[in-house]
């Protein structure tokens, strides 16, 4: 509970339009994208630039009220749910491109700023701004940085880290942190950039950034290639990386997903294939030419039952369509749909999905993949009913073992979706007793009093590793 | 000073070769490549493994005994020397490649393994490892991570931050910490793997690195661009970038800098322009002719006075000799060289070389300056003599005015030498009060005893700022 005396000073600061305590509000920023997860704030407010961002910093800390700052609350990691109450801090009001500096090739951004308008305006300019998560028509800038969202095109061009080179931040007692800037080499002490990028929330709160830009690619080609056996689309994978070819986009979805995304999106997708493997290349004409031929022998040699190159852009919009609408059309077959993102090394892959599929057998419970197949991150994504307790259980219990699995293949348990609360008590899994220790220390460095979305990335408790008896 | 009771636990740990106090095993690793810093350790140790690093930290943590990691000392701010005395810690022995994974496209390395070694063996397994800082014959990886060294390709490939994907380090306790992986994608928490790297030694020391690899371009072109006029030399380079075209180098070279190159290497250069642009790019043949195709247009459109391209590998390698051999050229003008690394956005070049020649003018010094244009990465070098007071303290008076002018312009104090102890006062400077207080509180969560690298990139004091009187 907030008191009456903070509420009239967050309206001081904020303008009381601006802090509001209805019930409509408070349900509507309870939960985020991930299922299953809901806790209501205690108030709900609607920061208008750096200063009133500072200034409510100031007001919470004195009363030691929790914040979770948020921009469209896409995450899958319950990222954003409020579990200790406190204020919910929406950034669309900063939602303006401050700049695009064509001498530079930088931009420099507002966190509320919605990510597809982003990307379509330095577009129209003949810039590229490569990171494109899935949510991108809904998520803003803000909360690709603090989540470091990747995407389709991580696997050339890299993910949300790469691209952050400065960062204006205020930290929980409202001072106002600037990291970096328009430099392409800043080694001036640790890196503070970098550290938030990816911090969820849980370090400050950002409130201005200046990104990279590059030039885009001057032509683009797309292609699919499907397969009766799992490991020859795994095996095709390994085999483009090891002939030096990294392709703009190189996905794929299993027979589960294949057979969902054709009910859904009717693009006449062959249901008894294994695997799907949808690949773009970008880049000046000829080197993508010849890139897409040698991929189409390696294809071929690892026993693709079909490929296609699509002819024309409108053939290859279709096929990107059917990777792009499949959390959508698994999301149609029941009433919940979660969506994990444990991660591999690339040459995992096959190894990985049949894990998956073995994992999911065990239990009882419908798991289809799909996912970025060049990086390694796949997105095991189980269907069921949030309703029926028993099923749900056997879904956490596959999911446990998910992780235990991608991690005992050189693995991590989230490749581009964070830890929030859904992988807070898996997370030592990964970075071991000693790295745990060095996160807390920098959470206590920079958020002393744990009001900076308290209950996120640091789990109570650690669970218990699922043993391994494989007898 | 070291108790003998240490000093036979750490031979235990290391065996007796290993633990040496000679006097010119002191005096050797009492300096660095930064001139006018000296200060004897009290040991030398050598490690073999990661296990032995680890119980090295354990005895020197149980004693309180400071620590100074290094690989060749070639770095130019201080960064190894043992300023606490202590212990120096030579990780050459630790130097094998331990892995190149082509199917992953990545490395694994220990940390005294030489740079240019390592980029020669995956140049003939046919990859690629972008970074080349100038010291990279003699330099080490492990000396590259702590710097977070960058290079001539600084502009289009990035610097190591780039390219390391996964550690293993051993904290100031003598735990162990594994960061990453062979994954491209990892949000498992903060990013401890960036954090560490260009952390100069002072929060762990490095014992194994996973780097990432990528195809090498298949085809190389290198010219030279001649200016009587500085700004059509820097106007050439935001006009390049402007036009889309991120060149694999470019580098400029001012006045004083041609005029001692030329000198030295009997290159027939052109002793009265004011500016040499050298400009390479790489990438597929038909892009890299449309790129120099066009970039000469641009030169010659800001009034160049003499453009040429490299007709043969021959050639290029002659333009690119008088780069790499302005610092070599540089150092023997006079006894004391003070190699600089001010950085600002690249648009600010000319702006930045003119203020650093009115700084050395006003305080009657030598100061020419090269660099890496195209990410505004400059080389300010002063040419002194060390036993000369005078002139020494007027060098460092012109370095305070550069600083301060880099960060005027939107620039920082340090693009890729790092901080040490020469940029340590003028940390704040770039930072801020709050930028300073986090990086405190990352170093107390690493470190609590200051044990490793203490004096690097925490000053007792910060400088004052110089009082910018522009009448």
């Not at 005396?5 to 209805?22: N, R």
């Not at 205020?170 to 328009?182: E, F, P, Q, S, Y």
């Not at 059309?329 to 894990?355: C, G, Q, Y």
Request: hydrophobic fraction near 40%; aromatic fraction near 4%; glycine fraction near 8%.
């Amino acid at each position: 509970m907030i008191s009456e005396q903070a509420k009239q000073e967050l309206a001081a600061v904020l303008g009381p339009d601006y802090v509001k305590d209805d019930p409509q509000t408070l349900v509507t920023h309870s939960y985020d994208g991930t299922p299953m997860l809901q806790s209501l704030p205690d108030a709900v407010v609607y920061p208008e630039n750096t200063e009133q961002v500072s200034q409510t910093l100031k007001v919470l800390h004195k009363h030691r009220i929790p914040l979770v700052s948020r921009g469209s609350g896409t995450n899958l990691c319950g990222g954003t749910v409020p579990v200790q109450g406190g204020v919910v801090m929406v950034m669309h009001r900063m939602n303006r491109i401050l700049e695009v500096d064509l001498e530079n090739l930088t931009a420099t951004v507002q966190p509320g700023l919605n990510t597809k308008q982003f990307i379509t305006h330095v577009e129209e300019l003949g810039l590229f701004y490569p990171p494109d998560p899935s949510s991108m028509a809904v998520s803003t800038i803000g909360g690709n940085i603090a989540e470091c969202s990747g995407g389709l095109r991580g696997l050339k061009y890299g993910t949300t880290k790469d691209y952050v080179i400065g960062l204006e931040a205020v930290l929980a007692n409202g001072d106002i942190l600037r990291t970096g800037g328009k430099l392409m080499k800043d080694v001036a002490g640790y890196d503070l950039t970098k550290l938030l990028v990816g911090s969820e929330g849980t370090l400050a709160v950002i409130t201005e950034a200046t990104l990279k830009l590059i030039p885009p690619p001057k032509f683009k080609k797309t292609m699919i290639a499907m397969y009766k056996d799992l490991h020859g689309a795994a095996r095709t994978v390994s085999k483009i990386i090891e002939a030096r070819i990294i392709p703009a986009t190189l996905e794929i979805m299993d027979n589960p997903t294949i057979r969902v995304v054709d009910d859904f999106a009717k693009l006449g997708l062959p249901r008894d294939m294994e695997a799907i493997l949808l690949i773009e290349q970008d880049g000046d004409p000829a080197a993508v030419e010849r890139d897409i031929e040698r991929i189409e022998s390696i294809c071929r040699g690892e026993s693709a039952d079909r490929v296609e190159v699509a002819a024309t852009p409108e053939e290859a919009l279709k096929l990107m369509t059917a990777r792009r609408s499949a959390f959508t059309a698994l999301a149609r077959l029941r009433p919940t749909t979660i969506l994990e993102d444990a991660t591999v090394p690339r040459s995992k892959i096959a190894e990985m999905v049949l894990e998956i599929n073995r994992i999911a057998a065990k239990h009882n419970v419908q798991i289809a993949t799909f996912g970025h197949a060049g990086d390694g991150n796949l997105h095991p994504t189980a269907t069921t009913d949030a309703r029926d307790q028993d099923e749900v259980h056997r879904v956490e219990a596959a999911f446990e073992e998910i992780f235990e699995a991608a991690i005992r293949l050189g693995g991590t348990i989230t490749g581009e979706h964070g830890v929030g609360l859904v992988k807070a008590p898996f997370l030592e899994w990964k970075v071991g007793a000693a790295g745990m220790e060095m996160m807390r220390g920098i959470k206590q460095a920079f958020d002393p009093h744990n009001l900076l979305n308290p209950g996120k990335m640091f789990a109570k408790a650690t669970r218990k590793r699922v043993v391994i008896d494989r007898g």
